[in-house]
């Protein structure tokens, strides 16, 4: 079973910064997926990362703010959230699957392994 723990969520400033965590149980999967759902909106995918080659796709909303990146050791896969907007707040969700297929827009009927959620708010 496996388990996806997320941290670091919280209420910032617009032009803030904040990390969020996903901790995994065991290890990590070979497709792990950042995604959000704003306020009264579907759940949207944000950043991916194949855990493989260290290959990255980020949706257009947040290129150049956002940075997703791994940590073998910790079993936690990071997001690096800079230069925060309004428009940015929503529940962040981690989303992992195993195999290599990890680019490109994220489909939430892609992956079977889901963290709680970690509220980011934003304030201008």
């Known amino acids: 079973h496996v388990q996806l723990v997320e941290s670091g969520g919280g209420s910032v400033q617009a032009g803030g910064s904040l990390r969020l965590a996903c901790k995994v149980s065991?290890?990590?999967?070979?497709?792990m997926t950042w995604f959000r759902r704003p306020p009264g909106k579907e759940r949207e995918g944000v950043a991916r990362?194949?855990?493989?080659?260290?290959?990255?796709y980020y949706a257009d909303s947040v290129k150049g703010r956002f940075t997703i990146s791994q940590d073998n050791a910790e079993n936690t896969v990071y997001l690096l959230l800079h230069s925060l907007k309004p428009e940015d707040t929503a529940v962040y969700y981690c989303?992992?699957?195993?195999?290599?297929?990890?680019?490109?827009?994220?489909?939430?009927?892609?992956?079977?392994?889901w963290g709680q959620g970690t509220q980011v708010t934003v304030s201008s």
């Open positions: 990362i194949a855990t493989g080659s260290g290959n990255t």
């Open positions: 065991g290890h990590l999967r070979g497709c």
């Open positions: 989303a992992a699957k195993s195999g290599t297929d990890c680019y490109g827009p994220a489909s939430v009927s892609e992956f079977g392994y």
